[in-house]
């Protein structure tokens, strides 16, 4: 008998759903991402889910520069992979991300991966960002200007029509 309490799941997204956000990431799937298994190997859907959010934060602002010129940062403190379908030789995948949720030093995304080739979502990769200051690796607040940046992103989020595919176990916590 569990003594982990369930939690519901949020229902996934339609694919049109899913697809009617901005595309971050585009390709095929080429023959140095199969496994033994004759599909995609997993870690190549997290490195599509974590890309597509890094795409995000470049555009926020958390690039290079921005660690360089602030000495300021983002950590994945945590992250969530739900594996719902293959990808295999070929085939054409997108990724995209919502931002969910901040607070002065955390930000919760979700990525999903697409298999257009498909029509269906492939994969989910929830995502908890702590904002840290390189020098002391230690968590920071969030300058103004990325606030800004985060805000955006979570009103896109706010204003669709359907939840996000998350857990219900991660977040920002208050």
Do not use: K
């Amino acid at each position: 008998m569990s003594t982990t309490p369930a939690v519901a799941q949020v229902p996934l997204p339609t694919y049109a759903q899913a697809a009617s956000l901005p595309s971050l990431v585009d390709g095929h799937v080429p023959e140095d991402f199969i496994d033994a298994n004759g599909h995609m190997n997993i870690r190549h859907h997290i490195d599509l889910g974590a890309t597509a959010a890094d795409i995000v934060c470049h555009e926020i602002g958390v690039d290079d520069d921005y660690r360089s010129r602030r000495r300021l940062g983002v950590f994945t403190a945590e992250h969530h992979l739900r594996y719902l379908g293959e990808l295999r030789l070929g085939d054409r995948f997108t990724a995209h991300t919502r931002v969910l949720d901040r607070s002065v030093t955390v930000a919760h995304l979700v990525s999903l991966v697409l298999d257009r080739t498909r029509e269906q979502v492939a994969c989910v990769m929830e995502i908890v960002l702590v904002h840290v200051d390189m020098g002391t690796r230690r968590p920071a607040p969030f300058p103004v200007d990325v606030i800004e940046g985060l805000d955006r992103w979570i009103a896109a989020s706010v204003a669709l029509p359907w939840p996000a595919p998350v857990i219900g176990r991660m977040g920002v916590r208050r």
